[in-house]
């Protein structure tokens, strides 16, 4: 059996169309959803990445403004930028690009965004809002799983899990997600003994090692839905999943490949969730108003 493939790209499109669509509509009630991006350094992925987001909001109407800094920005310094974009009624959304110089705390920095703004859903007010299964920013990533998985009709609720990596902006979120959905979910990692002993008995893998080519057929239950979150280069620099593509798409039912996947399907919920604190805002808004 070869997997059908699920095709990141072409939802994302659609659903790109549907947020331009809801951008129109906010634009005429006086408000254009903005973005901005931080990046610190000079790391040329990262710099591919907020490029592509800033496409992206070129191509939905949005907003959006790109802050670069030198490897050498102090944490007070990215912190003062922070509080004033936090002020800055024109910026929906505040994104500070991962990694960050070793010299920065991640968290405290991630901790001074506005939950309201916190679009890629990190900070922890919205993690655990996303827990407990209140109204919240959900991470763009496991957020766009959740929109393919459910674009390509598959069944979420009774089925098994298997998130393959617990980092706290891809695994960890992406298997809370699923069992919000009703899946029963296992988490795997470094530490797991006997991994494919717990991926064979997924209907569900979730591939999120930073490892090229880390899941094998050997992984995957015949039928079973592989997702790849992986982006990774090869020794020939080229770009790849965690999955063996080839060999696994051989045996399981779907399949996402990289790129192509995961990936656009990122960009768009980051899309999605600042067109939503737009949204909040411009109700607040009317709220005080009446
Ligand atoms: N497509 C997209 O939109 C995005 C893609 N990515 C990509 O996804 C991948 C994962 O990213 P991220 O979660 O940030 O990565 P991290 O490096 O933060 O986490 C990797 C996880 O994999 C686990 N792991 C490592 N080795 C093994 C092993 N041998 N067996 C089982 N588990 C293992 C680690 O376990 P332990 O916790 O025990 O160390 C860890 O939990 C990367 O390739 C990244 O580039 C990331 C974000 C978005
Ligand atoms: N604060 C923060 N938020 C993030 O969401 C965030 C981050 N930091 N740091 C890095 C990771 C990684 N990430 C990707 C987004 C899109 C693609 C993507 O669009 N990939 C294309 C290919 C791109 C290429 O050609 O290189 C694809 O898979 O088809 C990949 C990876 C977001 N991340």
């Known amino acids: ?15 790109k169309q549907e947020i331009a669509n809801e951008v129109e509509k906010l634009k005429a009630e006086g408000i254009v959803p903005g973005l901005a991006v931080i990046l610190v350094g000079d790391n040329q992925a990262s710099r591919t990445y907020v490029n592509s987001k800033q ?12 802050i670069e800094y030198p490897e050498s920005l102090t944490e007070e310094e990215l912190l003062g930028k922070i ?3 936090n002020q800055d009624d024109t910026i929906h959304g505040i994104l500070v690009q991962l990694p960050l110089p070793k010299a920065i705390n991640e968290t405290r920095v ?4 506005s939950p309201e703004k916190d679009v890629d859903g990190f900070h922890p007010v919205n ?13 763009c990533t496991p957020f766009g799983i959740l929109v393919m998985l459910k674009e390509a009709g598959i069944e979420i609720a009774g089925k098994h899990a298997v998130v393959v990596g617990r980092s706290n902006i891809v695994g960890k979120p992406v298997g809370q997600l699923l069992l919000n959905e009703n899946a029963t979910v296992t988490y795997c990692h470094s530490r797991t003994k006997d991994l494919e002993k717990h991926t064979l008995e997924a209907d569900i893998i979730v591939a999120a090692v930073g490892r090229a080519g880390f899941i094998t057929e050997r992984h995957v239950k015949p039928g079973a ?3 790849d979150v992986g982006i990774n280069r090869n020794e020939a620099g080229k770009l790849c999943g965690d999955v063996a593509f080839e060999e696994a798409k051989e045996k399981a039912g779907f399949i996402t490949p990289v790129p192509g996947g995961v990936g656009p399907m990122t960009i768009t919920m980051l899309m999605f969730n600042t067109l939503k604190s737009a949204r909040n805002h411009l109700n607040k808004l009317q709220s005080s108003k009446s």
């Open 55 to 66: 496409r992206a909001c070129k191509e939905l109407g949005m907003h959006s403004v790109q």
């Open 83 to 85: 509080a004033e974009l």
């Open 127 to 139: 993690i655990g809002r996303m827990i407990t299964g209140q109204d919240a920013f959900i991470s």
């Open 225 to 227: 839905v592989v997702i």
């Open 110 to 113: 991630i901790e001074a965004i």
């Open 1 to 15: 059996m070869t997997a059908t493939i699920i095709d990141g790209k072409e939802i994302a499109k659609k659903k």
